[in-house]
């Protein structure tokens, strides 16, 4: 028994050894290199590490768009199977009839459609105005109208909507496009603040020289404006145009509190009422429906939610060279 015991412990000294040897001649060996040789490794180590750490986050923001496309596809039965995770059994494609059914979809993608592009362009131009006269010129008050524009984006869209539907309710304006559209021609609408922020941010950047050779050449500010200035910050209007369309897509909020009526609904509020119509439809089917197959709507829901991403996903896919133009133009002027 102590035989044994002593070859045990004899094994394992070894192989302490040998692990603590292989580990010191490791380090020697990478001390004895030359300057380049310890160059490319540690390049070789971090970028290692930066492509996992990329890889895991690209993981984390495409995992729930999988979840939401193989669930789309998938019947109740397959929903409920727990052998069943990623491929469907059985692809369901009249999940997508329902879901278009349920949305009133062509009708929901033009009022979707149409207050989202009218608003990113009207948002574009306004706070580009905004932006360059804040960036560019000085004037009394100019501080005081940089402070009121951080004011309204720290102010919270729900400590106004009551207010707001007020105004436009005495308007006459509820259940159109004005109280989205509107807004955005002066440079409020959702996200305003922060748009005239991005745009001061690149106007501000320009070099002065180039106004001087501009009024010496006889150009007034609005000339300015419109031939040198708006071409420089391409990248700014880029950013702006996209991610004012892709946030007036996903309002849920604004929107359904003044475009409430059935005709008039954008796609958002309508994928909220999808469950309401399934209902429905499960009850005229089959009257004597349970309650828990009238629950059973998750496949036409996500059916429904890929239907509204599909737009956003185009418009990401399409504008993503500009995207990221903008970006880089940012931390190289930084």
């Given at each position: 028994?102590?035989?044994?015991?002593?070859?045990?412990?004899?094994?394992?000294?070894?192989?302490?050894?040998?692990?603590?040897?292989?580990?010191?001649?490791?380090?020697?060996?990478?001390e004895?290199?030359?300057?380049?040789?310890?160059?490319?490794?540690?390049?070789?180590?971090?970028?290692?590490?930066?492509?996992?750490?990329?890889?895991?986050?690209?993981?984390l923001?495409?995992?729930?768009?999988?979840?939401?496309?193989?669930?789309?596809?998938?019947?109740?039965?397959?929903?409920?199977?727990?052998?069943?995770?990623?491929?469907?059994?059985?692809?369901?494609?009249?999940?997508?009839s329902?879901?278009?059914?349920?949305?009133?979809?062509?009708?929901?993608?033009?009022?979707?459609?149409?207050?989202?592009?009218?608003?990113?362009?009207?948002?574009?131009?306004?706070?580009?105005?905004?932006?360059y006269?804040?960036?560019?010129?000085?004037?009394?008050?100019?501080?005081?109208i940089?402070?009121?524009?951080?004011?309204?984006?720290?102010?919270?869209?729900?400590?106004?909507?009551?207010?707001?539907?007020?105004?436009?309710?005495?308007?006459?304006?509820?259940?159109?496009?004005?109280?989205?559209?509107?807004?955005?021609?002066?440079?409020?609408?959702?996200?305003?603040?922060?748009?005239?922020?991005?745009?001061?941010?690149?106007?501000?950047?320009?070099?002065?020289?180039?106004?001087?050779?501009?009024?010496?050449?006889?150009?007034?500010?609005?000339?300015?404006?419109?031939?040198?200035?708006?071409?420089?910050?391409?990248?700014?209007?880029?950013?702006?145009?996209?991610?004012?369309?892709?946030?007036?897509?996903?309002?849920?909020?604004?929107?359904?509190?003044?475009?409430?009526?059935?005709?008039?609904?954008?796609?958002?509020p309508?994928?909220?009422?999808?469950?309401?119509?399934?209902?429905?439809?499960?009850?005229?089917?089959?009257?004597?429906?349970?309650i828990?197959?009238?629950?059973?709507?998750?496949?036409m829901?996500?059916?429904?939610?890929?239907m509204?991403?599909?737009?956003?996903?185009?418009?990401?896919?399409?504008?993503q060279?500009?995207?990221?133009?903008?970006?880089?133009?940012?931390?190289?002027?930084?």
């Amino acid at each position: 028994m102590s035989e044994m015991t002593a070859t045990v412990e004899n094994v394992e000294t070894t192989e302490k050894k040998t692990s603590k040897f292989s580990i010191k001649g490791l380090i020697e060996k990478y001390e004895n290199l030359g300057y380049r040789a310890k160059k490319k490794i540690s390049f070789v180590i971090s970028r290692i590490f930066l492509y996992f750490v990329l890889i895991e986050m690209a993981y984390l923001f495409i995992l729930p768009f999988l979840y939401i496309f193989s669930t789309a596809f998938m019947t109740s039965n397959d929903y409920l199977d727990p052998t069943v995770e990623w491929i469907p059994t059985t692809i369901e494609w009249s999940n997508f009839s329902k879901a278009f059914v349920g949305l009133n979809y062509i009708n929901s993608f033009i009022q979707s459609a149409g207050t989202s592009i009218l608003s990113a362009i009207f948002q574009t131009l306004s706070c580009a105005i905004i932006g360059y006269a804040i960036g560019r010129f000085k004037f009394k008050g100019r501080n005081l109208i940089f402070f009121f524009v951080v004011l309204v984006l720290l102010i919270p869209p729900q400590t106004t909507i009551l207010s707001s539907y007020g105004m436009w309710s005495t308007l006459g304006m509820i259940n159109t496009w004005a109280p989205i559209v509107l807004p955005c021609i002066f440079g409020l609408g959702y996200r305003g603040a922060l748009f005239v922020l991005i745009y001061m941010y690149f106007f501000q950047r320009v070099p002065d020289v180039l106004d001087d050779a501009a009024r010496i050449d006889g150009a007034g500010p609005i000339r300015l404006f419109i031939q040198i200035m708006l071409p420089l910050v391409k990248s700014a209007i880029a950013i702006v145009c996209i991610f004012s369309f892709v946030w007036h897509w996903n309002d849920n909020y604004e929107t359904p509190t003044y475009m409430f009526k059935e005709d008039i609904m954008t796609l958002q509020p309508k994928l909220e009422k999808i469950r309401t119509f399934y209902s429905e439809y499960v009850t005229a089917g089959d009257s004597s429906a349970t309650i828990f197959e009238k629950a059973m709507s998750e496949p036409m829901l996500f059916a429904g939610c890929l239907m509204v991403m599909i737009p956003v996903l185009l418009v990401y896919i399409f504008g993503q060279k500009q995207l990221t133009q903008g970006i880089e133009r940012m931390g190289i002027i930084e």
